[in-house]
C-alpha cells in the first residue's frame, strides 16, 4: 500500500522561506514523474512545479525564480524549496506522483497525492 506523507507548511512573513518535502512509501517512485499543485481559498487547484524522472524540470509563471523542485530518488522523496515568499502564495500545497508527465502537467491528475499541507504568508 502506497502512503503519502508531506510535510514542511507553516505561517511565515512574506519575503521569508519554506521547504516542503513529500516521502513517497509503499513502492519505488524513480521512474515516476512528480509534482507540487496548491489550492487557493476559493480557487482552482494549480500546478506549480513538476519534475521528470529524469530531473527536468517545469514552472508557473508566478513562482519561476522563487520556488526549485527537486527530487532524491534514495529517498522517495520530492521537496518544493519555496523563497521570497508573497501572501499570494497562500494555499494548501499537495505533492503528486504520476507514470505519465503529460497527465501530471497538463491534465492535473496523478496516481498519488499527498493529503496537503497549509503554507500561510502574512504580510
Known amino acids: 500500500q502506497v502512503h503519502v506523507v508531506e510535510s514542511g507548511g507553516g505561517l511565515v512573513q512574506a519575503g521569508g522561506s519554506l521547504r516542503l518535502s513529500c516521502v513517497f512509501s509503499g513502492r519505488t517512485f524513480s521512474s515516476y514523474e512528480l509534482g507540487w499543485y496548491r489550492q487557493a481559498p476559493g480557487k482552482e487547484r494549480e500546478l506549480v512545479a513538476a519534475?521528470?524522472?529524469?530531473?527536468?524540470?517545469n514552472y508557473a509563471d508566478s513562482v519561476k525564480g522563487r520556488f526549485t523542485i527537486s527530487r532524491d530518488n534514495a529517498k522517495n522523496t520530492v521537496y518544493l524549496q519555496i523563497n521570497s515568499l508573497k501572501p499570494e502564495d497562500t494555499a494548501v500545497y499537495y505533492c503528486?506522483?504520476?507514470?505519465?508527465?503529460?497527465?501530471?502537467?497538463?491534465?492535473?491528475?496523478?496516481?498519488?497525492w499527498g493529503q496537503g499541507t497549509q503554507v500561510t504568508v502574512s504580510s
Open positions: 519534475i521528470t524522472s529524469g530531473g527536468g524540470t
Open positions: 503528486a506522483a504520476d507514470p505519465s508527465y503529460y497527465r501530471l502537467l497538463r491534465l492535473g491528475r496523478a496516481d498519488y
